[in-house]
């Protein structure tokens, strides 16, 4: 069966991190529904507003076989005082056929839900974000490994907006698709190699 990804959307969500996935997920072939936790519109934090896929309910968590959660402020903390998405994220953290995948801001969700004990993860490197991933092995500039993705069996985290297309390509993988070949049409491949040069 083909696996299925949901973004959660909510007002002042970071956009760049939210359209980037939800296209590379789509040109990978595979199901990728924004869903909005209030509402059919749904406004980011640079004023751009999307029309979501669906809206959000509880039933909706059976369909799904990663929850993806852009950065963005408001976004993230409004996403954090929905009880529905924090529901969904301890489910997905604790079913190990199942993703969570949350970039920049997105990891304060995971802190909100309470699922970040021993694991391994990044977010937006800030003083205020690792002071909420205390109980975790805290990934970012100031350790010894410096990685931009960092996944933890179930669990995807990522820093920022730059990073948003290869988080997108790091899911499409886990999710079962050919994220090589997409690297390649889409020309992420030559940019890296320019870049390098």
Known sequence: MEKKAALLLAEGYEEGECVFVIDILRRASICCD?????????TGGRGIVVKADRVLNREMIKEYDMVII?????????????????????????????????????????????????????????????MLFQDAEYIDDNTQMKELIVIDDNLITSRGPASALS??????????GDAQELRERMQYNALLANINK
């Open 34 to 42: 924004s869903i909005s936790i209030k509402g059919e519109y749904v």
């Open 70 to 130: 852009p950065g963005g402020i408001p976004g993230v903390p409004n996403l954090c005082e929905n009880e529905i998405v924090l529901e969904w994220v301890r489910a997905f953290i604790q079913d190990k056929e199942k993703f969570v995948a949350a970039i920049c801001a997105g990891p304060m969700l995971l802190s909100k839900a309470g699922v970040c004990t021993g694991r391994k993860l990044t977010s937006y490197p800030a003083d205020k974000y690792r």
């Open 167 to 176: 988080f997108a390509y790091k899911i499409v993988e886990l999710l079962g």
